[in-house]
């Protein structure tokens, strides 16, 4: 079935440090990819997403490619703040039948120190 | 922000009894799903709705019963909770099942 795997965790970097969180999947077909952040005390928001290969998603400076050769979706920001303290999570939709779902992995908390 | 509200946020309860979490939506979406969030597993569906009265099992679905009867609730119920059930659950929508999920804030729950 299909699956997520991302890097082990949990991630502390220095404020303007450069992230990447690896992300890889296992899926029959074409899925969409997505990253999740929560923060803490909430629910997951929709950080961005790729529905294609090679394409790319971004938002409030974070960014990954959609990779089929290599099905990996790393997330990638140039310049962490203390604020993108959270969990974040890859998941990917599945195409097969009429109703998609989503598959999580498990998450990684990442801590920014001023 | 998706209108997403769960009820109850916090609850505790023993072994044995019933137990009901609510979901409860506004943006007037088709799908409606129950995961939970445990540590060192990301979230897992429970149960999924395509609509009302329309549902089916997710990956980990035994000991939970669901029920849709109006497009904004999706009610989930534990039978009788076990420890085991201890988690924070959160409730999500989509317009349809290839479309972005809005997760609502959760409810955790605690099984004594």
């Known amino acids: 079935g299909d699956s997520?795997?991302?890097m082990e965790g949990p991630v502390t970097l220095s404020e303007e440090a450069f992230l990447t969180i690896n992300c890889t999947y296992t899926a029959?077909?074409?899925?969409?990819?997505?990253?999740?952040?929560?923060?803490?005390?909430?629910?997951?928001q929709l950080l961005l997403k790729?529905?294609?290969?090679?394409?790319?998603?971004?938002?409030?400076?974070?960014?990954?490619?959609?990779r089929k050769e290599t099905t990996s979706f790393h997330l990638e920001k140039g310049s962490v703040q203390v604020s993108?303290?959270?969990v974040y999570f890859c998941a990917l939709s599945d195409l097969n039948g009429a109703n998609s779902k989503l598959t999580f992995g498990k998450g990684i908390t990442l801590s920014v120190r001023p | 922000d998706a209108g997403i509200t769960q009820s109850p946020r916090h609850k505790v309860t023993e072994t044995g009894t019933p137990v009901?979490?609510?979901?409860?939506?506004?943006?007037?979406?088709?799908?409606?799903?129950?995961?939970?969030?445990?540590p060192g597993h990301g979230?897992?569906?429970?149960?999924?709705?395509y609509g009302v009265k329309d549902t089916d099992k997710g990956e980990v679905s035994?000991?939970?019963?669901?029920?849709?009867?109006?497009t904004e609730d999706f009610l989930l119920?534990?039978?009788?909770?076990?420890?085991?059930?201890?988690?924070?659950?959160?409730?999500?929508?989509?317009?349809?099942?290839?479309?972005?999920?809005?997760?609502?804030?959760?409810?955790?729950?605690?099984v004594l």
């Open chain 1, 4 to 6: 997520v795997t991302q």
């Open chain 1, 28 to 44: 029959t077909g074409y899925p969409s990819l997505f990253w999740y952040v929560q923060y803490p005390g909430e629910g997951l």
């Open chain 1, 50 to 66: 790729a529905t294609k290969a090679d394409d790319k998603g971004s938002n409030k400076g974070f960014e990954a490619t959609y």
């Open chain 1, 84 to 86: 993108d303290s959270a």
């Open chain 2, 20 to 38: 009901t979490l609510r979901c409860h939506q506004t943006e007037n979406h088709r799908y409606m799903y129950w995961y939970r969030q445990d």
């Open chain 2, 43 to 49: 979230l897992r569906l429970i149960h999924y709705s």
């Open chain 2, 62 to 70: 035994d000991g939970y019963s669901v029920s849709r009867s109006k």
């Open chain 2, 77 to 110: 119920t534990l039978e009788s909770a076990t420890s085991s059930q201890t988690s924070v659950y959160f409730c999500a929508i989509s317009q349809t099942s290839r479309e972005t999920q809005y997760f609502g804030p959760g409810t955790r729950l605690l």
